[in-house]
């Protein structure tokens, strides 16, 4: 798992610059972290033992070291919900892109393997479903600030044209 996660975040840093290049530093922390507290959830009581094994010897990335890329694909669903999906707005969009670069990574398009296929389209609705809700979220946000700008005559009479609307 480990060779994944330094290769694909490798390509995205060094073809970022400046404040993407932090983003991408701040989503490959907090994948780690992920995988790391989340990996439990995931393992066979083996590999919960060979886990707790590691850790004992060199705690710091012990998951990421000792299980493969399988378990990275198993657990990126995970990755694009609270408390791991963050809530800035940039940042969460720079997870989301990441997340794609790992899917297109771990699981590449095969029109022979229904299974990798069927796995593939999981994993890309789940991110667009994290896609859709940070758009919606954006959404929201914009018309709470574009409403806060606006003075209470004006948010009246919005009031009264939206009661005054046929439905």
């Known amino acids: 798992m480990d060779d994944a996660i330094l290769t694909v975040f ?66 990126l669903p995970g990755f694009l919900m609270p408390p791991y999906l963050v809530p800035d707005f940039l940042l969460r969009e720079a997870q989301l892109s990441m997340v794609g670069a790992f899917i297109d990574f771990l699981v590449p398009a095969n029109r022979y393997d229904h299974g990798s296929d069927r796995l593939r389209t999981m994993l890309r609705r789940t991110l667009a479903e994290a896609m859709q809700d940070l758009k919606r979220e954006r959404q929201a946000q914009s018309l709470e600030r574009l409403l806060g700008q606006l003075s209470a005559e004006q948010l009246e009479h919005m009031e009264r044209l939206r009661r005054d609307a046929p439905d």
């Open 10 to 75: 490798g390509v995205c840093t060094r073809r970022s610059t400046g404040v993407k290049r932090v983003r991408v530093a701040q989503i490959e922390v907090g994948l780690r972290a992920y995988l790391e507290a989340g990996a439990a959830d995931l393992l066979t009581a083996e590999e919960l033992t060979l886990l707790a094994a590691e850790r004992e010897f060199a705690p710091e990335g012990a998951a990421c070291r000792l299980f493969s890329s399988t378990l990275l694909t198993a657990a």
